[in-house]
């Protein structure tokens, strides 16, 4: 996060907890609240607010962390992956094309998607899998040791920085037949209960998981599937080997996506 950036949400946490301060003095006092200061919507920040008048006490510099994690955990993330998700319809038109007509069958040609489809949308399911499996937007996740850990060869003592790199398992020729080829059927039912649990893990795992990985994968697949109703998907790569990577914060192409849409006829 820059600093251009650090000043804004500060600004921000502090303009909103000063209007917030002041409906709820007038509440107390039992004086009249504006249309606008009734209507406001319950942000996530709003609800962070009202937690530090309920008891729960946090700074202005805790709520701007807490705004600053789900604003980079929430949305680069899930802007990367369906970005990646683009290059991979593009690169391979026939998985397209039946994506969509999985899409087309479910919603027809102009229905909302409602929380029932989602389960229903299972090769976009797949699709979107295998994407964060080849692509996982948070490739390392990071961990301190609080205890000794012994791996039979290696000893880890307490109080070490380990850095579990997620998309060398994700690309594990040991784990993974023919890492690079792309093919949605590794999440089928059958194949995944062929795997350890922890041989895939995009949202990461344990405890201190990724906390909006529903929220993610349902954005993920309405976003998809609202596209492709409208769209056909194309890019430049011809193969994942030669789309290179770099971390900026999150995953990213070092040359960019490189995708075009076209409306459909
Ligand atoms: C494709 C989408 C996403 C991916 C691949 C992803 C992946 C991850 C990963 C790998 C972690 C690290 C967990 C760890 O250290 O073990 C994480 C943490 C987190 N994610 Fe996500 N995430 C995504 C979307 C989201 C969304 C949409 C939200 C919120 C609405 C979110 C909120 C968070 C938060 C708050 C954490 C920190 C959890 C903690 O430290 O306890 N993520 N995510």
Redesign the pocket.
């Known amino acids: 996060m820059n600093y251009n950036n650090y000043c804004f949400f500060q600004q921000v946490v502090m303009e909103k907890r000063k209007q917030f301060d002041e409906k709820m003095r007038k509440q107390k006092n039992g004086e009249e609240i504006c249309e606008d200061e009734l209507k406001e919507k319950k942000t996530f920040l709003n609800l962070l607010l009202q937690l530090t008048h309920e008891g729960t006490k946090m700074t202005d510099d805790e709520v701007r962390h807490?705004v600053d994690?789900?604003t980079i955990?929430?949305?680069d993330?899930?802007a990367?992956?369906?970005s990646f998700c683009l290059v991979m319809l593009g690169m391979h038109p026939d998985l397209q094309e039946k994506i969509r007509e999985e899409v087309i069958d479910i919603l027809g040609e102009d229905r909302d998607v409602t929380h029932e489809d989602m389960s229903r949308l299972n090769l976009l399911e797949r699709f979107?899998k295998e994407t964060?499996r080849i692509f996982?937007?948070?490739?390392i996740?990071?961990?301190m040791t609080d205890h000794d850990i012994n791996l039979g060869k290696h000893q880890i003592p307490a109080g070490c920085s380990i850095v579990?790199g997620?998309i060398r398992l994700h690309r594990n020729p040991e784990i993974w037949k023919d890492p690079l080829k792309f093919n949605p059927d590794r999440f089928l039912p059958e194949e995944v209960a062929k795997r350890h649990p922890y041989s895939y893990?995009?949202?990461?795992?344990?405890?201190?998981?990724?906390?909006?990985?529903k929220?993610?994968?349902m954005?993920?697949k309405t976003t998809l599937a609202m596209t492709l109703r409208k769209f056909v998907v194309m890019t430049e790569y011809k193969t994942i080997e030669e789309i290179r990577l770099r971390i900026n914060i999150?995953l990213k192409p070092t040359d960019g996506y490189k995708v075009y849409v076209k409306l459909r006829e």
């Open positions: 807490e994690t789900f955990a929430g949305t993330t899930t990367s992956t369906l979107i964060l996982p937007v948070g490739p996740v990071l961990r579990l997620l893990l995009p949202f990461s795992g344990g405890p201190r998981n990724c906390i909006g990985y929220y993610a994968m954005s993920m999150v």
